[in-house]
């Protein structure tokens, strides 16, 4: 056996979001977000479940550090709930919401983890949402501003920020798809959301940068790899804009300044535009220090008229499979690393995402298998020249997981969501000797 190394710089991690394992859903402060709207409207999550406890973690900080300690991991990534900072969304900051957090990263600190901070991980606090949610210019403002409370209560304690999580979750699943929080169903109003919400990403780097706030910030959009099914032009042609749609869609704004024509053609063939107002691109390209990366899976795709948004279906047939159902594609992890760095130059990145859905602790050795191959392909990623820096699996425990409920288990510790029991898995253990030896034996 070999030892796969990464450098002794790299830094392991494990990530969570806040509406997905906080609970608490209406204390301190906290008002409504669109995902508690969401879950309390019947048919919209799974069996009914919601955010309103979920892991409990806002009552077991100091739990939850403690596995944190023993998992050994240098960087944790977490998300502050906007709704308990700005319950309003604009206006006043809520003490209590702002000293959470202040006490969360300090123990973080004393234990030698570095914290990761998503700045929004999909809860917009509902007033806002009532005014018109990210459809309207003006919540980019709001969310600048309550950017703006968390930075000055934590600079110098967090170095690492991140303006959105999944930004391709944000605008096309939640308002094409509808499958996640506010529902809705309609192509414009989906490219709308994308665009603030990167005007949004890029007016708050701009303020990170004015306020000489310390550290680095940049963004998490995920990613998927396709492959065309064959060499027939049709199928070339779908894949290549299958990655435009979901990657190059949410990275060239940011780092070329640019939506890509392809897609954006395909849209204005289906009468959806992107309504840019002068200025727009430059804020958005406003440079970000790293970028980070969430990638679960890929797949072929072949030319089908009519088949869905784009003209397209994916080929499952022939992969493993995860239980969220998605196949095992590592190779597609090293496709997307060097397809970034070859089509963007080289930037730092993190990867701020990647685990497998296995809902029964038994099939927790498959977790284990497929964590062991994308660190390969990590590694490989790394050797071919992408500027690696760390990588985060999703997630530290199992969570709300949106649409699924608690039915979707991607965590490396289980959680009973009767008892909120947290009880370490295969997988955490195994996590555990990577971080200690560096590195994966092949
Ligand atoms: N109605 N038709 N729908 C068709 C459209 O579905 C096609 C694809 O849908 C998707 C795509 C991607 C996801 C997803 C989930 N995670 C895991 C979370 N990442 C952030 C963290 O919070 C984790 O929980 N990352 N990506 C879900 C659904």
């Known amino acids: 056996m070999a030892l796969l190394r990464f450098p002794d710089t790299f830094k392991w991690g494990t990530a969570t979001a806040a509406y997905q394992i906080e609970g608490a859903f209406d204390e301190d402060g906290r008002l409504p977000s669109i995902w508690d709207t969401f879950s309390k409207t019947p048919g919209k999550v799974l069996h009914g479940h919601t955010g309103d406890v979920a892991c409990d973690s806002y ?10 300690k023993e998992l050994g991991v240098k960087m944790y990534r977490f998300s502050i709930a906007w709704p308990r900072v700005v319950p309003q969304g604009r206006g006043e900051a809520n003490e209590k919401g702002l000293t959470y ?3 969360l990263v300090d123990k973080l600190l004393a234990n030698g983890i570095e914290p990761f901070v998503t700045l929004y991980h999909w809860d917009l606090p509902q007033s806002l949402q009532d005014e ?3 459809e309207n210019r003006a919540t980019i403002d709001a969310f600048v501003a309550y950017c703006e409370a968390v930075f000055n209560k934590l600079n110098g304690k967090v170095k690492h920020w991140i303006t959105l999580n999944e930004p391709w979750c944000i605008s096309i699943l939640s308002n094409y798809f509808g499958d996640h929080a506010p529902g809705k169903k309609n192509l414009q109003a989906a490219l709308d959301v994308a665009h603030h919400i990167l005007v949004a990403h890029g007016k708050t780097v701009r303020r ?5 706030i310390a550290g680095e910030i940049g963004y998490a959009p995920n990613t998927e790899w396709r492959e065309p099914y064959s060499s027939k032009a049709e199928d070339v042609q ?6 435009a749609a979901f990657n190059e869609w949410f990275l060239s704004p940011v780092l070329k300044g640019e939506y890509p024509q392809l897609a954006v053609d395909w849209y204005a063939s289906k009468g959806a535009h992107v309504k840019i107002v002068p200025g727009d691109m430059e804020v958005i390209s406003e440079k970000i220090d790293f970028l980070g990366i969430n990638y679960y899976t890929g797949s072929l795709v072949r030319h089908n008229p009519g088949n869905d948004l784009y003209d397209s279906e994916e080929i499952g047939s022939g992969y493993e499979k995860t239980d969220f159902n998605w196949n095992i594609y590592a190779d597609g992890f090293y496709h997307v690393l060097t397809w970034i760095t070859n089509t963007y130059g080289r930037i730092p990145i993190y990867i701020t995402e990647n685990g497998a859905c296995y ?4 099939n927790d ?4 298998a497929y964590l062991h191959k994308h660190i390969i392909a990590l590694h490989r990623a790394l050797e071919s020249g992408v500027d690696l820096r760390g990588y985060m699996v999703w997630s530290l425990m199992d969570n709300f997981e949106w649409a699924f409920g608690y039915t979707k288990r991607f965590g490396l510790v289980h959680v009973d969501f009767e008892t909120l029991e947290r009880t370490p898995k295969a997988s955490y253990r195994w996590y555990k000797q990577v971080i200690e030896q560096g590195g994966i034996e092949i």
């Open 59 to 68: 009552h077991r900080v100091d739990e939850d550090v403690r596995l944190l």
């Open 365 to 368: 050795t498959e977790r284990s």
């Open 238 to 243: 779908t894949a290549a804009l299958r990655n």
């Open 208 to 212: 990170f940068r004015e306020l000489g």
């Open 132 to 134: 018109g949610g990210w």
């Open 101 to 103: 957090y202040e006490e």
């Open 359 to 362: 809902d029964e602790p038994a």
